[in-house]
């Protein structure tokens, strides 16, 4: 077949492009500005999301139900990608809308610590979820910009390592974040509730500022690749998603894990301290710190994983992994908790898996291709769906609490409270969610069979390794002695 002028052109403008990914020093440079933002953007996340707000919570008196309000602001934001997605696909302006909304989502938190010092006291926990909720709205609005972006940054035969890598470094920075933060709830908190709720608010302001310097980082970097269309309407821009069966198929894995996610974050908190009364640090350390170590190490093998068998195999083998994720937390008692905490960190690896996954899928859903498809519509529609399985989620959690607060029963011999019931919950829709993948199509990765093939194999050879390491080493001693013994005989009898 004749190829003709169009095609050529097509050729030449693939080729454009792949040399424009191909990971020249400006692009290395711009990578490594991107990096370091988020050694910032860590320091902020694990200051706001880990003891200290739930403790902030607490100590401004927010009732149990509105606890799963509180776990379901993140996700509540996302209606805001509809129109920033829109504003980025017909006018452009994408790195001023992420440097813009960013800088707001993290500038409210320094709001809401200025809570217990600015309203009086009936206002304080109404205006937490107020503030929580502007927090969440300008963080979405940012969203498409920043998924939109680094997929055209990032060349797509290296995403999986150099996103493995940046994560690893922010876990670096949140265990450091995490085991400091705890230190200093633990060593206030017995000079009484005025003393800890100035400590909490010192440190969400802290969080918040460091945010901010977590944008200001990513000015020197070029936004590339993104050709605006202004005639792009609204429907069109949506309407290609929903057409998309691969794209149907993930946001409804996305959505029902979130569903049985959402509420997961404030209540694993109140259960560490409600009902196993442990203090921040140790808190801190089980939720945050030690889960952040070994996902620290398991990351980068899914990001080789996933280069080299697709991020499909990659999800289906991550997601198997963290279904029984919470219910492992019923057997986490006072005396006898390292089964139930072991079984907790194997979901953690999993868990590592799944995000990497999750991000790459989108990464590549929201890529520019050549210039001209505006992915951030891909985004926009993920991030509504997900959301509004994150605002279900939370109220779910929040109504179960509600109904079975001071209700006890047993599972398995364990003492079972309301949070045990919001666990089991979890753990079936986790196991729901993988129902999704079985019509997901990725073209260019291997089978599920093919990669649970290669892993078994890979295991085998290094457990082999293992076992007959000893025995080698053995022979090879053995020959040696027999070698020296050899040569001693030999100079004995030329004396």
């Known amino acids: 077949m004749v190829s003709g002028p169009a095609d050529n052109a097509e050729t030449a403008a693939a080729s454009e492009v792949e040399v424009a990914h191909a990971p020249t020093h400006d692009v290395r440079h711009a990578m490594w500005h991107v990096t370091t933002a988020w050694l910032f953007g860590a320091a902020w996340l694990y200051l706001t999301m880990g003891a200290a707000l739930t403790r902030f919570a607490k100590l401004l008196g927010l009732p149990v139900f509105w606890f799963g309000v509180l776990a379901a602001m993140p996700y509540a934001g996302a209606l805001m990608q509809f129109p920033s997605s829109y504003v980025i696909a017909r006018y452009g302006h994408r790195k001023r809308v992420l440097l813009t ?124 690749a993104h050709r605006p269309n202004r005639r792009q309407r609204l429907w069109p821009l949506f309407r290609e998603p929903l057409r998309d069966r691969n794209f149907r198929h993930f946001v409804g894995y996305t959505a029902t894990v979130t569903l049985g996610l959402g509420f997961i974050g404030q209540f694993v908190w109140l259960y560490l301290f409600d009902v196993l009364h442990l203090n921040h640090t ?30 499909k195999p990659t999800l289906v083998m991550a997601g198997l992994v963290v279904v029984p994720g919470a219910m492992w937390w019923i057997f986490v008692g006072p005396e006898h908790w390292w089964l139930g905490y072991a079984g907790v960190l194997t979901s953690i690896v999993g868990w590592a898996g799944v995000e990497l ?113 000893p025995i080698r080493r053995v022979v090879r001693l053995r020959r040696l002695a027999y070698v020296l013994s050899r040569r001693r005989r030999a100079q004995r009898r030329s004396r």
Request: with cysteine; proline share 3%; hydrophobic share 55%.
């Open 101 to 224: 909304a960013g800088v707001v989502s993290r500038l409210t938190w320094v709001l809401i610590a200025l809570i217990p010092w600015a309203l009086p006291g009936a206002w304080w926990w109404p205006m937490l979820l107020v503030l929580r909720a502007c927090s969440s709205l300008s963080g979405h609005a940012m969203s498409p910009a920043v998924m939109t972006w680094f997929g055209d940054l990032v060349p797509r035969r290296i995403r999986g390592r150099y996103f493995s890598r940046r994560n690893q470094l922010g876990r670096l920075v949140a265990v450091i974040t995490t085991l400091v933060a705890g230190a200093v709830l633990d060593h206030y908190q017995g000079q009484g509730a005025e003393v800890l709720r100035r400590t909490v608010s010192a440190l969400l302001a802290l969080g918040g500022v460091l945010g901010i310097v977590d944008f200001l980082w990513l000015v020197p970097v070029p936004d590339v």
């Open 282 to 311: 140790a808190a801190n350390v089980m939720l945050i710190a030690v889960p952040l170590v070994v996902g620290y190490f398991a990351v980068r093998a899914w990001g080789r994983l996933q280069d080299r068998l697709g991020c």
């Open 357 to 469: 996954a999750n991000f790459n899928i989108l990464l590549g859903m929201g890529a520019s291709r050549k210039g001209r498809r505006q992915g951030s519509a891909f985004l926009a529609v993920n991030g509504v769906v997900v959301s509004a399985a994150g605002v279900a989620s939370g109220v779910l959690g929040g109504a179960v609490a509600r109904v079975l607060e001071g209700w006890e029963g047993s599972f398995l011999g364990q003492r079972l409270t309301y949070h045990g019931v919001l666990f089991l919950i979890s753990g079936a829709l986790r196991l729901a969610a993988l129902a999704w993948l079985v019509g997901m199509k990725e073209p260019q990765a291997q089978s599920t069979r093919a990669a649970v093939r290669y892993i078994a194999v890979n295991i085998y050879s290094n457990l082999r390794q293992g076992l007959f390491m």
